[in-house]
């Protein structure tokens, strides 16, 4: 909640110090505002069968920009350049990541839309835990990238909140699956009207680590749920009775 509201107080900052005649500010929108018109550096994380998946979805789906495949050199020798975006795999506190970033400097610069910038992460597996899932769940993960960043070339609040800004606020009464089997089956065939759970969280949770919970269509590949919450001793990773309440289920 106090993140949400440090964005919601940044939007209302922003706008009133341009009125103000006070020095430019570069929004995330500004800096993002090259996107269509760079090329996308598909990046290979070394996983063979994760790496030929993502080649595999983006030249089916990727249609915002140009797009190249290119390995972790250069990505390191490349970074700098703010024509460029990066699509890759990054890990953090045992998750697998998709993550898109726009090349640039790092630290103060004379031009800020020349800056690097964090566009986008999306949680897509535990460390070393790859499975069949992993490769159901893809091509939705990077359609939500490209979606994502395209809308966040227009909005302020789509940028800064990130994934939270795509919660639709009404999901009751729509089939939500939340048990894997048959959600896997609803997304497999492109069911209308069907809310796919999906779950990711470490093998092995730490206190402190998260546990992503997510809701996707089966047919459009929408991510319209996202949340997240620490891991507790306590609190063991899973789909919360909030969430579960949108189905009208409870813990067992």
């Known amino acids: 909640m106090k993140k949400i509201l440090s964005?919601?107080?940044?939007?209302?900052?922003?706008?009133?110090?341009?009125?103000?005649?006070?020095?430019?500010?570069?929004?995330?929108?500004?800096?993002?505002?090259?996107?269509?018109?760079s090329i996308t550096k598909v990046i290979a994380s070394g996983e063979v069968l994760l790496?030929?998946?993502?080649?595999?979805?983006?030249?089916?789906?990727w249609t915002a920009t140009p797009y190249e495949f290119s390995t972790i050199q250069d990505f390191e020798a490349e970074i700098a350049r703010p024509d460029l975006y990066f699509l890759r795999f990054t890990v953090d506190r045992g998750v697998v990541?998709?993550?898109?970033q726009k090349g640039g400097a790092e630290g103060d610069?004379?031009?800020?839309?020349e800056l690097r910038?964090?566009?986008?992460s999306i949680p897509v597996c535990a460390e070393g835990a790859i499975s069949e899932r992993t490769f159901t769940y893809l091509p939705a993960l990077v359609e939500i990238i490209q979606r994502?960043?395209?809308?966040?070339m227009e909005s302020d609040k789509t940028g800064y909140m990130g994934l939270l800004s795509l919660n639709r606020p009404k999901l009751k009464g729509r089939h939500i699956a939340f048990e894997p089997d048959e959600a896997d089956a609803l997304f497999l065939a492109g069911e209308p009207d069907a809310l796919c759970g999906y779950l990711?969280?470490?093998?092995?949770?730490?206190?402190?680590?998260?546990?992503?919970?997510?809701?996707i269509t089966a047919d459009t590949?929408?991510?319209?749920?996202?949340?997240?919450?620490?891991?507790?001793?306590s609190r063991p990773a899973g789909w919360l009775d909030s969430d579960l309440a949108l189905a009208g289920k409870k813990q067992d």
Not at 148 to 152: E, G, H, I, K, V
């Open 117 to 120: 910038v964090d566009v986008v």
């Open 109 to 113: 610069r004379n031009n800020p839309t």
């Open 148 to 152: 994502f960043t395209l809308d966040a």
């Open 97 to 100: 990541f998709l993550s898109l």
């Open 7 to 37: 964005i919601l107080l940044l939007l209302a900052i922003v706008p009133a110090a341009a009125c103000y005649g006070q020095k430019k500010i570069y929004t995330k929108k500004a800096k993002l505002a090259n996107f269509t018109s």
């Open 200 to 215: 990711v969280h470490p093998t092995e949770p730490r206190d402190g680590d998260y546990c992503y919970r997510m809701l």
């Open 51 to 61: 790496d030929n998946a993502l080649q595999t979805e983006v030249s089916g789906r």
């Open 221 to 233: 590949h929408e991510l319209v749920y996202f949340k997240f919450n620490k891991l507790r001793k």
